[in-house]
């Protein structure tokens, strides 16, 4: 799991645990007791490692990643109606559009899972409705509507060449459920 941070990044937030250069320290932790055992290559390492641990909006990506990433392991059955867990290949598509919606000014959307393996975000405003959801058939569907008027709608294979980035900009220019519009 990556956030947004330099190359130099030697840390990240999973949970309330921090993983320092592949130690787990608890968040909460002193960083810096933990840093003198390590060699920094970069002084920008421990920055990024100190601005992941104290910025709200990157725990906030983080933990929607650790979510998605945890509806993998759900059981069989899991919603009392057949559901089906996560599959991998599903998780890691929408993890991937997670992280390229990290790097923007978007706000963090509500996630949700349904028992046929789908996971999907929505960020929604008064009268206005934006979704994005990824299929276990390996396609991702988008959707935005503003009031009565559906302004943007797609339904794609997602492929290992997919443009997320692409995809986050068009729902930007047609919905107005992003706090940045």
Do not use: C
């Not at 057949?82 to 599959?87: C, E, K, V």
């Not at 929505?122 to 959707?143: E, M, Q």
Request: aromatic share 10%; net charge negative.
């Amino acid at each position: 799991m990556s956030f947004p941070t330099s190359n130099n990044t030697i840390g990240y937030v999973s949970g309330s645990m921090l993983l320092l250069a592949g130690q787990s320290v608890p968040a909460s932790a002193q960083i810096l007791d933990y840093l003198p055992q390590r060699q920094l290559t970069h002084v920008g390492q421990m920055v990024d490692i100190l601005n992941v641990a104290s910025n709200p909006t990157i725990l906030a990506w983080s933990k929607l990643q650790n979510r998605v990433e945890s509806w993998t392991e759900l059981d069989h059955d899991w919603d009392g109606d057949d559901g089906i867990p996560l599959s991998r290949t599903t998780a890691d598509s929408a993890i991937a559009f997670l992280q390229s919606a990290s790097l923007t000014t978007h706000p963090v959307p509500t996630p949700y899972i349904a028992g046929d393996g789908e996971v999907g975000f929505r960020w929604t405003a008064p009268g206005n409705f934006t979704s994005v959801s990824f299929l276990d058939d390996g396609h991702i569907v988008a959707y935005v509507r503003v009031g009565e008027a559906v302004k943007f709608t797609m339904d794609r294979e997602v492929g290992n060449s997919f443009n997320y980035s692409q995809l986050l900009n068009s729902l930007a220019l047609n919905s107005q459920s992003f706090a940045f519009n």
